[in-house]
T-cell receptor, first 113, second 112 residues
Framework: EPEVTQTPSHQVTQMGQEVILRCVPI?????FYWYRQILGQKVEFLVS????????KSEIFDDQFSVERPDGSNFTLKIRSTKLEDSAMYFC???????????FGPGTRLLVL | QQQVKQSPQSLIVQKGGISIINCAYE??????FPWYQQFPGKGPALLIA?????SEKKEGRFTISFNKSAKQFSLHIMDSQPGDSATYFC???????????FGEGTQLTVNP
């Protein structure tokens, strides 16, 4: 069964450093998403991406964040200068069409020290 | 207005019992209501979803009840099993929007 994959599974970084989180969505999907989940809290939407551009973003997704689909398979989330409060689990998701099931990856746990 | 409120925060039931989790929303533009199940260390996985043109949807032991006028929907897990122990999130989205707005989550524990 196709699945969304994410790398790395864990990342530890120093405050102020740049991090890139990587995702490989399900191959025929067209819509891609990033969510985050701070420990013990709800899942929060960050951004959606379709046709090589951002289709929607939340107030969390400020200028420190960017997304890219550098090739036909990868989808990345870059945090330019990490803050302590960026520590969270980051989930990538994808689907073929809006309001169809979003399939989530296993997540990347980011710890900013 | 974009929020989805979920209760209870935690729930303990005995094996074979019924687990009920409730959600409420304000945004009347929401028209897609999925429930996600999350095990520790894993991403959320879709359990069941409903649209407001029906009041109930059942898949196996899982049922969503939807009350459009009250802007509430709930998940019922019949014959709850220890393997159902997980965190459950309700969510909602609008027809034109791509984002899922999640509730706060319910940690369900089913005792053997």
């Amino acid at each position: 069964e196709p699945e969304v994959t994410q790398t790395p599974s864990h990342q530890v970084t120093q405050m102020g450093q740049e991090v890139i989180l990587r995702c490989v969505p399900i191959s025929n999907h067209l819509y891609f998403y990033w969510y985050r989940q701070i420990l013990g809290q709800k899942v929060e939407f960050l951004v959606s991406f379709y046709n090589n551009e951002i289709s929607e973003k939340s107030e969390i997704f400020d200028d420190q964040f960017s997304v890219e689909r550098p090739d036909g398979s990868n989808f990345t989330l870059k945090i330019r200068s990490t803050k302590l409060e960026d520590s969270a689990m980051y989930f990538c998701a994808s689907n073929y069409f809006i309001q169809e099931t979003q399939y989530f990856g296993p997540g990347t746990r980011l710890l900013v020290l | 207005q974009q929020q989805v409120k979920q209760s209870p925060q935690s729930l303990i039931v005995q094996k074979g019992g019924i687990s009920i989790i409730n959600c409420a929303y304000e945004n009347t533009a929401f028209d897609y209501f999925p429930w996600y199940q999350q095990f520790p260390g894993k991403g959320p996985a879709l359990l069941i979803a409903i649209r407001p043109d029906v009041s109930e949807k059942k898949e196996g032991r899982f049922t969503i009840s939807f009350n459009k006028s009250a802007k509430q929907f709930s998940l019922h897990i019949m014959d709850s099993q220890p393997g159902d122990s997980a965190t459950y999130f309700c969510a909602a989205s609008t027809p034109s929007g791509s984002r899922l707005t999640f509730g706060e989550g319910t940690q369900l524990t089913v005792n053997p």
